[in-house]
């Protein structure tokens, strides 16, 4: 059975560090495109970045640019998402998600929510 896993959520304050990750059980991540989006009460879910699946392409939303880092460790099997001066604004549930990877629609998609399988979530809230 095909299962992503999150994990690293918390609650912290702004300014503060997280990593989330994601580990994949059942297949190999490798040549999966991965992808981290979020969804904040009453709001639409957010695509926040994403890689390619030779890892050579990654892309974030311009609300996390500078702040946010994704990598991903093929000897784990789990892609990270290290995230830095946390805002209020970033509390939402975090999701990561994965499809078979493409040169062409890892770079034109990433950040949409066309993805294959998700995760149950992580909750990150920010605050004082």
């Known amino acids: 059975q095909l299962q992503l896993v999150e994990s690293g959520g918390g609650l912290v304050q702004p300014g503060e560090s997280l990593r989330l990750s994601c580990a994949a059980s059942g297949f190999t991540l490798d040549t999966y495109r991965i992808g981290w989006f979020r969804q904040a009460p009453g709001k639409e879910r957010q695509g926040v970045s994403c890689i390619s699946s030779g890892g050579d392409f990654t892309n974030y939303a311009d609300s996390v640019k500078g702040r946010f880092t994704i990598s991903r460790d093929h000897a784990k099997n789990t892609v990270y998402l290290q995230m830095n001066s946390l805002k209020p604004e970033d509390t939402a549930v975090y999701y990561c998600?994965?499809?078979?990877?493409?040169?062409?629609?890892?770079?034109?998609?990433?950040?949409?929510?066309?993805?294959?399988?998700w995760g149950q979530g992580t909750q990150v809230t920010v605050s004082s």
């Open positions: 998600a994965a499809i078979e990877g493409s040169w062409w629609l890892d770079r034109i998609r990433c950040l949409t929510n066309e993805y294959s399988y």
